[in-house]
C-alpha cells in the first residue's frame, strides 16, 4: 500500500500566533510532525501543505518536502481538513504520482509516534476499513449513557435516546472519543465519497495521558509539562 502523509501547516492562526512553529520542547510543532512522519516505515512520501513561504523553508529544514503551495482560499480559519488533503492528493496526481491511502499528521498533535502511524496504516490495510482513526476512552461519568441533553421544553433525555440510564458502571459499553494525532483514509474515500471517514471507521486507542491537541496556550504548556518529563 502507497500512503502520502500530509503534514497541513497554514501560516494563520488566532489561539497561538504563527501556532505551527510554536516551539516545543525547543523545537517548533512542525518538527514533531516531521520526527514522527520520519520514523514510520510505512509511508511512502511525506509532504507539507502550506500556503506560507517561512513554514515551507522550516519544513524542509525537517527534511519535508514542500512540492507545492496552498491556495490562500485553502487556508482560512474555517477551511475544513477535507479540502486541504484532497488538493494536495490532485496536485500529486497531476504530477503523475498516486496513492491508495492519505495519513494527516497535523502539527497540533505532536506526541504521536512512528510506531503508532504505522499500526494506523496496518490496521486499515489489513482490515479493509475506510479509514484509521486515533481515539482516547472516554471516562465512564461521559459515557452516552450516562449523557443527558436537555432544554427548558421537553427536559432532560438521554443522549442514546433511551428510556433510562444503565445502572451500573460495569456495564457500560467502551465509548471513544476522536484524538486527532492520526487519520489514514483511502484515497477513493478522500476523493470519491468526500470523505475522511467514510461509512466504516476504525479506531486506535491511544493514551489519554499522553495525547494533546495545542489550540491555545495551556495546551502548549501542557505538552511542555509531558515532553519535559519523557
Given at each position: ?160 435516546g433511551e428510556a433510562e440510564p444503565i445502572g451500573r458502571r ?36 491511544v493514551d489519554q495521558q499522553q495525547s494533546v491537541n495545542i ?16
Amino acid at each position: 500500500m502507497r500512503v502520502l502523509g500530509v503534514i497541513p501547516a497554514r501560516g494563520g492562526s488566532k489561539g497561538i500566533p504563527r501556532k505551527n512553529l510554536a516551539l516545543l520542547g525547543g523545537r517548533p510543532l512542525l518538527a514533531h510532525a516531521a520526527e514522527a512522519a520520519a520514523q514510520s516505515k510505512r509511508l511512502t512520501r511525506v509532504i507539507l501543505s502550506t500556503d506560507d513561504a517561512e513554514i515551507a523553508a522550516v519544513g524542509r529544514s525537517f527534511n519535508v518536502e514542500a512540492p507545492f503551495m496552498r491556495p490562500a482560499e485553502l487556508a482560512k480559519d474555517d477551511t475544513p481538513m477535507l479540502p486541504v488533503l484532497q488538493h494536495a492528493v490532485r496536485t500529486l496526481e497531476q504530477q503523475g504520482d498516486r496513492y491508495d491511502a492519505v495519513c494527516l499528521l497535523q502539527p497540533t498533535s505532536p506526541l504521536r509516534t512512528g510506531e503508532a502511524v504505522d499500526d494506523c496504516i496496518r490496521m486499515l490495510e489489513e482490515s479493509g476499513a475506510d479509514a484509521v482513526v486515533t481515539v482516547c476512552e472516554v471516562p465512564h461519568h461521559y459515557n452516552p449513557h450516562w449523557v443527558y441533553f436537555g432544554d427548558p421544553e421537553s427536559g432532560l433525555r438521554l443522549s442514546t435516546g433511551e428510556a433510562e440510564p444503565i445502572g451500573r458502571r460495569q456495564a457500560l459499553p467502551p465509548a471513544y472519543h476522536r484524538e486527532g494525532s492520526i487519520y489514514v483514509t483511502r484515497r477513493d474515500v478522500l476523493i470519491e465519497q468526500n470523505s475522511i471517514y467514510g461509512s466504516r471507521l476504525l479506531g486506535y486507542v491511544v493514551d489519554q495521558q499522553q495525547s494533546v491537541n495545542i489550540d491555545a496556550p495551556a495546551d502548549l504548556a501542557r505538552a511542555e509539562m509531558i515532553v519535559s518529563h519523557g
